[in-house]
């Protein structure tokens, strides 16, 4: 009988329940990190991508070099041909 009583007690100890509460807790923070980490490395793959392009846009521009009044004529005609 005293072996249950102090099992009883025991259990209505605010231990147990505050244990299972910081695992739940520890649980859902974890949860929380891994989805903020997978939403990071997209943003830091989307970063990647832009310097890419970037790059690109500057290479095309030094390979068009001092065409700009031709490419502004190409870019009129284009213009006015996808008016009509």
Same mark, same amino acid.
């Not at 009583?5 to 649980?27: A, C």
């Not at 790059?55 to 004529?73: C, L, P, V």
């Not at 870019?75 to 041909?81: A, D, T, Y």
């Given at each position: 009988? &005293? +072996? +249950?009583?102090? &099992? =009883?007690?025991?259990?209505?100890?605010?231990?147990?329940? @505050? &244990?299972?509460?910081?695992?739940? @807790?520890?649980?859902?923070?974890?949860?929380?990190?891994?989805?903020? =980490?997978?939403?990071? +490395?997209?943003?830091? *793959? #989307? %970063?990647?991508?832009?310097?890419v392009s970037? #790059?690109?846009? *500057?290479?095309?521009?030094?390979?068009?070099?001092?065409?700009?009044? *031709?490419? %502004? /004529?190409? %870019? !009129?005609? =284009?213009? !006015? /041909?996808?008016?009509?």
């Open positions: 009988m &005293t +072996q +249950q009583v102090k &099992t =009883l007690e025991k259990d209505l100890t605010f231990e147990n329940p @505050l &244990t299972d509460i910081r695992k739940i @807790l520890w649980i859902n923070i974890i949860e929380s990190i891994n989805d903020v =980490l997978s939403s990071i +490395q997209i943003i830091f *793959e #989307q %970063i990647d991508l832009v310097k970037l #790059q690109e846009i *500057e290479k095309t521009k030094e390979e068009i070099g001092g065409k700009h009044e *031709e490419d %502004i /004529r190409l %870019i !009129n005609f =284009l213009n !006015n /041909r996808n008016m009509y």
